[in-house]
C-alpha cells in the first residue's frame, strides 16, 4: 500500500485551505543536485577525495610505478563515492519534503525532512527579495523580513540565505526557473500592496428620540 507522508495536508503544501480570493500561483521545490552542492558541499567533498586519491596514487607511483600505484587509490575513491551519495540521499529526502508556494497573498515554504513546519510569510512582512543564480540553471531566492521578526538559522537551514545568521533570510532555494518565479512573487506582491483594502463602515450609534 502507497502511503502519502503529507497526505494530512488539505492543500498540499499548505497547512489549511487558503481563504476565499487567494489563489496559489506557483509550487515548486529544490533540485536535488543543486542543492547537494549548494548547501552540502558536494563538490567540495568530491574534490577533496579526489585530492587525496590522486596523492595517495602519486606518492606509491614514486616507489613502486604508476600502473602498480593505481589500486591503492581505489579505497578513496570507494569512500569518496560512499560520502557522496550520503550527501546526495540527504538532499533528495530534504527536497522531497519541500514545497514552496507563491499565492496572491504570501510565500509558504513547507520544509524539514525530519520536522516538518511551514513558514507562512504575507507580502506585507517581506521587504525585498534577491535573486541568485547558480549553475545549472537554478537559483535561490532569499527573502528579507521586515520588522522584528526573528527566525532560526538552524531550524530553516538549508532553506535560508548563506551564512546570514544575525538577520536570517529564509530563501527559495535551488530553484528551477529562478527568472520566471521571481517574475511571478514580484508581480503578486506588487497587485497586493497596490490592492486597496476595503473595511466594512462601522455601525453608526443609535440616536435616541426627542
Not at 578513496?76 to 529526502?93: D, P, R, Y
Request: glycine share 8%.
Amino acid at each position: 500500500m502507497s502511503h502519502d507522508d503529507f497526505a494530512t495536508e488539505p492543500v498540499p503544501g499548505l497547512p489549511e485551505r487558503p481563504p476565499k480570493g487567494e489563489l496559489i500561483l506557483w509550487q515548486g521545490r529544490p533540485d536535488t543536485l543543486a542543492l547537494a552542492r549548494s548547501s552540502l558541499g558536494l563538490s567540495w567533498v568530491a574534490g577533496y577525495f579526489a585530492v587525496l586519491t590522486a596523492w595517495r596514487i602519486g606518492v606509491s607511483a614514486t616507489d613502486i610505478g604508476l600502473w602498480a600505484a593505481l589500486p591503492l587509490g581505489l579505497p578513496f575513491v570507494g569512500l569518496g563515492a560512499a560520502a557522496c551519495g550520503l550527501i546526495l540521499l540527504v538532499s533528495w529526502a530534504q527536497a522531497r519534503a519541500t514545497l514552496y508556494t507563491i499565492t496572491t497573498d504570501r510565500v509558504a515554504m513547507r520544509i524539514g525532512a525530519a520536522l516538518t513546519l511551514t513558514l507562512n510569510l504575507p507580502f506585507a512582512r517581506i521587504a525585498s527579495a534577491d535573486l541568485g543564480a547558480e549553475p545549472g540553471g537554478t537559483g535561490t531566492l532569499a527573502l528579507r523580513t521586515l520588522g522584528e521578526t526573528r527566525l532560526s538559522y538552524l531550524v530553516l537551514w538549508p532553506h535560508v540565505r548563506p551564512w546570514r545568521m544575525k538577520r536570517t533570510e529564509p530563501a527559495l532555494r535551488c530553484i528551477p526557473e529562478p527568472d520566471r518565479v521571481a517574475g511571478i512573487l514580484a508581480r503578486a506582491a506588487e497587485t497586493k500592496i497596490t490592492r486597496p483594502e476595503i473595511a466594512p463602515a462601522a455601525a453608526a450609534a443609535p440616536v435616541a428620540a426627542e
